[in-house]
């Protein structure tokens, strides 16, 4: 039988929208599985900890973004290698001192199942004398003369959370320190082989000798009972690869994710701890910087952000740094529970906490 | 003139249009996935 060209248009016009159509229907009913496979379930099993108790030693970086972001461009952008910039040490009216570098680090004491304790030193910051004043102030350069920190963990090479290395140091050299893979040489000489560079103004007379280990990426690294840690390949600006942040599985409550800068992204960072670490569906709290505005400027994908957050169901957020205040502000407004700061020691707003804030979980 | 023609629904076009249209739908639903904006790019 001849087809009529017409009659067949008619078929393949009516066939084509029902085959749409049906394989629409399908892909959400029987074959949702195969379109839509559920989240995998993390299954590295970390332990538990009573509670942790973050000190906040150092939030505030640098003081002033305009003069920072302009350092970075002078020197050929935000690609160009950290240790060749001719950062601003002079000259600035709100840093520390006239110096626009201030640091990031954080104290957290760690209570386990049995009543022990261990602490912490989250990164180091990278002005020596905001630092020396910073860990001072907070009783962390005692700390470390009686060799009470356990570990120093070191989240990524930039300067603002790394370069500070002598003012701790100076204090003890022998705890174990923990990088993430992608240091390169320049951050392991400051680290161990009294590194100094004139350029951008960093140096480290105090060479560590105790164990260095570098995490790599792709597993969860378990250090204490209840407490991991987890690296990322992440490549960011000046020129720093890889980051690493902490979990702690704290009992009745969930997981806690301490985090440096948060390079990684966050969504990608609650992603991958819910996807490795058992427990991962209940992430209970978030402490640190989220890197969403750090130099206060706003682009629309980041509304996504904040829209996505919530579904992670995270009940404290103890963000600061360089989450940005300008984030804060619209987090806050969407019903997140950004726990606020006092705004002392330099700290510029409540939004967040600042330095000298400190924040239990457990 | 009577038309002579075979009139009437085309299965072997409805056939050919069900398969394609189907293929569309899973191709669409690759591209969007493909394309979809990134969460994780900031």
New interface residues.
């Given amino acids: 039988m001849a087809v009529n060209r017409r009659d067949f248009l008619k078929g393949l016009a009516v066939g084509g929208t029902t085959g749409y159509f049906a394989m629409a229907g399908l892909s959400s009913t029987i074959l949702k599985d195969t379109f839509l496979p559920n989240e995998p379930v993390g299954d590295v099993e970390i332990g538990e900890v009573k509670s942790i108790k973050c000190t906040v030693v150092s939030e505030t970086s640098w003081f002033n973004n305009k003069v920072l972001v302009g350092d970075m461009m002078k020197a050929g952008g935000l690609l160009v290698n950290q240790y060749i910039i001719p950062w601003t040490h002079k000259g600035v009216a709100e840093g520390y001192n006239g110096d626009n570098s201030g640091g990031y680090c954080t104290l957290i004491d760690v209570e386990f199942l049995d009543g022990t304790k261990k602490k912490i030193l989250f990164d180091c910051g990278w002005n020596t004398a905001w630092m020396d004043t910073c860990l001072q102030r907070e009783g962390v350069d005692k700390m470390l003369e009686k060799d009470q920190i356990d570990l120093f963990y070191i989240t990524h090479e930039h300067f603002d959370h790394y370069w500070g290395v002598e003012s701790v140091l100076k204090h003890c050299n022998d705890m174990p320190i923990a990088v993430p893979k992608g240091f390169y040489q320049e951050g392991y000489d400051l680290l161990c082989n009294k590194g100094h560079w004139e350029v951008p103004g960093v140096k480290n007379d105090y060479p560590a000798k105790g164990q260095v280990t570098t995490r790599e990426s792709g597993k969860v690294h378990k250090i204490f009972p209840g407490v991991a840690s987890i690296t990322f390949d992440s490549s960011i600006i000046t020129r720093v690869k890889g980051e690493q942040a902490l979990i702690f599985n704290i009992k009745d409550k969930g997981l806690a994710i301490v985090t440096g800068c948060c390079h990684m992204g966050i969504i990608s960072l609650l992603q991958e701890v819910r996807h490795r670490v058992k427990g991962g569906e209940k992430i209970y709290a978030i402490q640190g910087g989220l890197h969403i505005s750090p130099f206060e400027d706003w682009d629309p994908q980041y509304d996504d952000l904040i829209l996505a957050i919530p579904k992670y169901g995270i009940e404290v957020m103890g963000c600061n740094h360089c989450t940005g205040y300008s984030t804060a502000e619209k987090m806050i407004k969407a019903g997140l529970p950004v726990v606020q700061g006092t705004a002392r020691f330099k700290s510029k707003k409540k939004l967040y906490l600042g330095n000298g804030d400190q924040i239990v979980f457990g | 003139m009577e038309n002579t023609?075979?009139?009437?629904?085309?299965?072997?076009?409805?056939?050919?249009?069900?398969?394609?249209?189907?293929?569309?739908?899973?191709l669409t639903?690759y591209f969007v996935k493909a394309t979809m904006?990134s969460?994780?790019?900031?």
């Fill in positions: 023609e075979a009139k009437g629904f085309c299965w072997p076009g409805f056939a050919a249009g069900f398969v394609g249209g189907a293929i569309l739908f899973v639903i904006f969460l994780t790019a900031a």
